[in-house]
């Protein structure tokens, strides 16, 4: 049951073909027996998502139920929650239980989702590996030994294992799509303004953006229909009329215009990276879109720029937690200003003190000019260049992350290398523009690869039709970790079973395109095992 | 690059307390940051406007009516010390 897409898990709640009781039960079970080898989730609630479940069903007997009914979601625990722990994977908020529900929480539930549990997360979304969380660090599947990316690792990791068919992430810069990279699934950044941030614990207010994880481009527009649309709470909210996100999945990408920047493939790019992007791209080619080399020619300056507006806008927002007014408050302390320094001192790690204390600098009297309103000028320039850009294609595409997932404890000595991780996705956030990753094929280590694609503003469906049509044409997608870790087979090592076909992949031959609703090739792929492994109950 | 001293003012200012022994190595890493920060001060942006926000909004306005319900006390389960439905903090004023 967890093997199928969200879209699929969908058609089959409403052809009444399994309840959403059943697929919560199952979905449970599987965080039960291999979450403690992920660490995906810092909470799961099985008598609420149980309950939720059975009103979902009670819903859909009615005929009801929309596309997401009785679906098993997970939210990253950033999103409040009513009644749920909201730990931003914090010892500040170890504890914390939200008094109110997040507009994205409040979307998915009256869609009828059920929340199943709150995963884990880089500390106040700060970090490119999920190694900062109070929690303790996720752990990918395809590797244990590996990262699974960050700072939305826990959400990325828990779709990749399948215990969830759909998880909320947010990318400030790149904590959407470089997880999804690292862990083989897809996942969504959209444009700023286009789901509302009510709700949603603030890291750096001008760059944070809420998205989602899934198998396929189609889960991401069925999710991104539910979570996107104006809302008056959030003052940055953009008002447009809604959109079906899924309208233009049925089109072929011929004659569309894939700008490559020549900026994303240099020597920064690990080869095997740049084999399965290239490998995409020609499969893009292939399908009758024209490659257009652009130029990006302030994007060296994107990271240098982000870890001045970042920080700043961090040490504002995290000033609220000071003792006081929400969770955790030092054990001892002489007077007041004694309280808020050891509170903060002890409640929050490493990276989140390092970023108050850089942000704290740039907007100290006298650097203000030199460091933050230089940096926003600079900002400029690095969005408009995606605006020349944007003049001579519809999408760009390049890497997701210049490396497949790196070893535990790798980078975690050394800010500056964690910081490069997200060399190719944070000039998008600078700029306001929506991203997306789809697995692209597998690099070195057999670990996945994810093509990131780029849209203008507003231009989601664009960006989904391209991975969408992408993925009619290939498998990556489909692919799962497998091994003991994930609950079969019991007792073998893990690398025996992950034997991957080496990339760049290889075009299969030109599907009808079908339109989405048609069904989908059911035939999972599997040519590195022999036989079923019957962990599926298929 | 940042001195000791100006480790521990911005520590102060952040209201975080560094202990003695982890100023050194704080300021190393604060200066590894600044390195990369650096590579953006040199460029030259005479006449470019400041890009404070993602994308060019106005600011809305709404009705000058009540909106929010009164749920101070649903807030404040969350805090860490509070009685009669005030924060409490130690003393400042002697």
């Known amino acids: ?538 | 690059m940042l001195t000791l001293e100006e480790v521990q003012a911005i520590a102060d200012l952040a209201r975080i307390e560094v202990p003695e022994g982890e100023i050194a190595a704080l300021q190393q890493q604060l200066n590894g940051i600044f390195g990369l920060i650096e590579q953006m001060r040199a460029v030259d942006t005479a006449g470019v406007e400041p890009m404070a926000h993602a994308i060019d909004l106005t600011q809305r306005l709404r009705e000058d009516a009540v909106t929010e319900e009164d749920r101070h006390a649903l807030y404040q389960e969350g805090a860490p010390q509070v009685e009669a439905g005030l924060y409490l903090v130690p003393k400042v004023i002697e």
Not at chain 1, 95 to 110: K, M
Not at chain 1, 333 to 339: G, T
Not at chain 1, 427 to 447: D, E, I, R, T, W
């Open chain 1, 1 to 538: 049951m967890h093997d199928r897409p969200l879209a699929a898990l969908a058609a089959g709640l409403a052809a009444r073909e399994f309840s959403s009781e059943e697929l919560v039960r199952h979905q449970l079970d599987r965080i039960a027996r291999l979450d403690k080898g992920l660490n995906a989730f810092i909470t799961v609630d099985e008598e609420k998502a149980l309950a939720a479940a059975r009103a979902a069903d009670a819903r859909l007997a009615k005929g009801e139920g929309g596309p997401l009914a009785g679906i098993p979601i997970a939210h990253k625990d950033l999103f409040c929650a009513k009644g749920w722990k909201t730990t931003c994977g914090s010892k500040m908020l170890s504890d914390w239980i939200a008094p109110y529900d997040a507009h994205v929480v409040e979307r998915f539930a009256r869609e009828g989702a059920v929340l199943v549990g709150k995963t884990n997360m880089d500390e106040f979304a700060m970090g490119s590996s999920n190694e900062s969380s109070f929690f303790g660090p996720v752990r990918n599947p395809w590797d244990r030994s590996r990262v699974p990316g960050g700072s939305s690792g826990g959400s990325a990791a828990a779709v990749a294992a399948r215990l969830v068919p759909g998880a909320t992430g947010t990318d400030t810069g790149g904590s959407i799509r470089q997880p999804a990279s690292l862990c083989g699934v897809s996942g969504i950044r959209p444009t700023y303004g286009a789901v509302s941030r009510y709700g949603m614990v603030a890291f750096a207010s001008s760059l944070d953006q809420g998205g989602a994880f899934g198998e396929s481009a189609e889960d991401l527009a069925l999710m991104l229909n539910a979570m996107a649309g104006f809302d008056p709470r959030d003052s940055t909210s953009v008002e447009r009329p809604p959109e079906d996100y899924r309208r233009d999945l049925p089109k072929p990408v011929a004659g569309l215009r894939v700008g490559l920047p020549k900026e994303y493939f240099t020597k920064d790019l690990a080869p095997d990276v740049a084999a399965c992007v290239t490998g995409a791209i020609d499969e893009l080619k292939r399908q009758g879109a024209v490659p257009v080399e652009i130029s990006l020619p302030n994007q060296h300056l994107a990271v240098p720029v982000y870890y001045v507006i970042a920080p700043a806008e961090a040490s504002s927002n995290l000033s609220r937690f000071d003792g006081v007014r929400y969770g955790f408050r030092a054990p001892e302390y002489a007077d007041l200003n004694d309280l808020y320094r050891k509170t903060r001192a002890q409640g929050f790690g490493a990276e989140v003190k390092r970023r108050i204390l850089v942000g704290a600098y740039v907007l100290s009297h006298g650097y203000y000019d030199a460091y933050y309103l230089q940096a926003q000028k600079v900002r400029r320039l690095i969005a408009r260049d995606f605006t020349e850009a944007f003049k001579a294609c519809d999408v760009i595409a390049g890497p997701a992350a210049p490396t497949v997932a790196f070893p535990i404890g790798e980078k975690s000595d050394d800010p500056v290398q964690m910081y490069l991780e997200d060399l190719y996705t944070i000039s998008v956030n600078l700029a306001g523009l929506p991203g997306l990753s789809v697995p692209c094929g597998f690099g070195a280590h057999g670990l996945p690869v994810g093509l990131q694609l780029i849209g203008n503003y507003f231009d989601e469906a664009r960006m989904l039709q391209v991975a969408h049509r992408y993925q009619l044409a290939t498998d990556w997608h489909r692919r799962r970790p497998m091994g003991p870790n994930l609950g079969w087979p019991p007792g073998k090592s893990s690398s025996a079973w992950r034997r991957m076909r080496s990339c760049p992949p290889r075009p299969r031959s030109s599907p009808a395109h079908p339109p989405p609703s048609a069904p989908r090739p059911t035939r999972r792929p599997r040519p590195w095992i022999s036989r079923c492994p019957g962990c599926c109950r298929c």
